[in-house]
């Protein structure tokens, strides 16, 4: 079973730059297709990106298009979300999540969409 872990959140100022990692401790990581969603107060949880099983497919969502970057090293069973020129609507816990793979984006965007979930990570960006 994969057993997600969120780690890299952190207080960063706006334009800075963070890298979340989400590793996998049942190593099964490269099985899956994973997705990265975040949460802020108040708001629904969102899709940000997602990656396919051999990184072939990416997906972003538009706010974050040309500032995300979202990669995977099955080697490492760890799946990355790079986080450039963030803003302060960027803040919200991330959450890295696990589901089987399809071709479509449609198929990542939803939250009901993934089976298995991390316990998430907090990103705060300051204005």
């Known amino acids: 079973q994969v057993q997600l872990r969120e780690s890299g959140g952190g207080l960063v100022q706006a334009g800075g730059s963070l890298r979340l990692s989400c590793a996998d401790s049942?190593?099964?990581?490269?099985?899956?297709?994973i997705g990265w969603l975040r949460h802020a107060p108040g708001m629904e949880r969102e899709f940000v990106a997602a990656?396919?099983?051999?990184?072939?497919?990416?997906f972003y969502a538009d706010y974050v298009k040309g500032r995300f970057t979202i990669s995977r090293d099955n080697a490492e069973n760890t799946v990355y979300l790079q986080m450039n020129s963030l803003k302060s609507e960027d803040t919200a816990v991330y959450y890295c999540?696990?589901?089987?793979?399809?071709?479509?984006?449609?198929?990542?965007?939803?939250?009901?969409?993934?089976?298995?979930w991390g316990q998430g990570t907090q990103v705060t960006v300051s204005s």
């Open positions: 049942g190593r099964i990581l490269s099985t899956y297709a």
């Open positions: 990656i396919s099983t051999s990184s072939s497919s990416t």
């Open positions: 999540a696990a589901r089987t793979y399809y071709r479509d984006k449609a198929y990542y965007t939803r939250p009901y969409q993934y089976s298995t």
